[in-house]
DNA sequence: CCCTTTACTTACCAAAAGTAAGTACCTACA
DNA sequence: TGTAGGTACTTACTTTTGGTAAGTAAAGGG
């Protein structure tokens, strides 16, 4: 056993299937759960806003999505409880650490588009 | 128009439905390609040690998704005609760029692993 | 009075992904 | 010599996931 060893008895490893960093890979990657990191990125936003911003996505995958990135506590849901409704959506600390990673690739991506469609592997 | 625009009638955009990064983002973060990328980030690998390295993939699955990554130019796929079969496959250049933000990613997961499952958002 | 907006959920159907087996050829082992 | 295993796939079938459309409740505008 190593010196620094962490408090756990195993060392993650999202190559492994049973490893729960597989599962929040998967959420974080996500078709839409990427989106939603970086849309959320620039700010707080509602249900409605998000929907409005992320092209293409329905209100059940999106409700989904958000579900389960609050339940991996990258979001925060804040619902005031008026009529109609209002329900805000921001990023956790953790969230905001989380969402530069995929909003690095995301932005990389976008930045070398012309490169990656010319196919100059 | 900006001094410095590209030669493009579009400014790429993943929240767009129809933009080509969309589809881009979609196959290099997909279940199995951000696993693939990560895995061929310490070198070229075979199809079947491919395999064996990432937990619970199918051979479908693979082939899939190595054609799918092959076709977007960030990996490249070697055939040596030989009996048994022997394919090698390795980043390419492109390839080695984007497979340093999917694995920042997955190093960030596993690395805070403990955080995210105590749920300290 | 009906249409719209808000944030969802539910039922239904199509698309994606997983499972298992087939292909073709060689090596090793008994 | 026959059987098991390794190589890199593909194909048929089934299960799971994802998308579409509609329903819910209450307020406000035309």
């Given amino acids: 056993m190593p010196a620094n060893a962490q408090s756990f008895s195993f060392a993650p490893d999202v190559m492994a299937t049973a490893c729960p960093s597989r599962a929040i890979l998967g959420h974080l990657t996500s078709r839409w759960g990427v989106l939603v990191m970086v849309a959320l990125q620039s700010g707080t936003l509602r249900f409605s806003a998000l929907r409005r911003r992320i092209g293409g996505v329905s209100e059940r995958m999106l409700s989904q999505t958000l579900q389960q990135l609050e339940g991996d506590g990258f979001i925060l849901r804040t619902a005031h ?10 990023l956790t600390p953790l969230g905001v650490a989380a969402a530069s990673h995929v909003a690095a690739l995301a932005g990389w991506i976008e930045g070398n588009l012309p490169r990656i469609l010319a196919k100059n592997g």
């Avoid at 409880?81 to 921001?90: G, L, S, T």
Wanted: aromatic share 10%.
């Fill in 81 to 90: 409880d008026v009529v109609p409704p209002h329900v805000d959506y921001a």
